[in-house]
């Protein structure tokens, strides 16, 4: 992952951290209204602890450690999540998620419209509707 705790364009503000590890997080956690360029325009209040201790390699393969807190924890959090299959929407609450349900719907739609594909989560919808009526492939 390429991360500029920074969020600032410039020689020597970006950290590459190869196979990053968090290996302690706080106890402390932050609320905070976050967004993600993967799902444009939605944004809902996530919660993440205040700050991580990173143990990755440089491009060389050198090991180093970074501690990261406030706005630099709560970005490479979230990049990291995508690392780990992990979506924003994953780590909100039920309450929140149905706040913005409409929100993604019409992104859902938006994106069969423009790409005349169906949404990754209709295939999953209509792949579950036929397993659970017994035309699923064996």
Do not use: W
């Not at 968090?22 to 996530?46: H, M, Q, T, W």
């Not at 406030?70 to 929407?89: C, K, M, N, Y």
Request: with cysteine.
């Amino acid at each position: 992952m390429v991360f500029n705790p920074a969020g600032e364009r410039g020689e020597g503000e970006e950290i590459v951290l190869v196979n990053p590890v968090v290996y302690k997080a706080s106890k402390r956690s932050i609320l905070y209204n976050e967004g993600c360029l993967s799902f444009p325009g939605i944004y809902a209040d996530i919660e993440r602890p205040a700050s991580v201790k990173v143990d990755a390699r440089d491009i060389a393969g050198g090991r180093f450690k970074v501690n990261l807190s406030g706005l630099p924890a709560r970005v490479f959090q979230h990049e990291f999540d995508h690392l780990q299959g992990t979506l924003f929407f994953d780590r909100m609450t039920e309450d929140v998620l149905e706040s913005i349900h409409s929100e993604l719907k019409a992104l859902e739609k938006k994106y069969e419209s423009r790409t005349g594909l169906p949404s990754p989560e209709s295939i999953d919808k209509y792949e579950r509707t036929k397993e659970v009526a017994g035309f699923a492939r064996t």
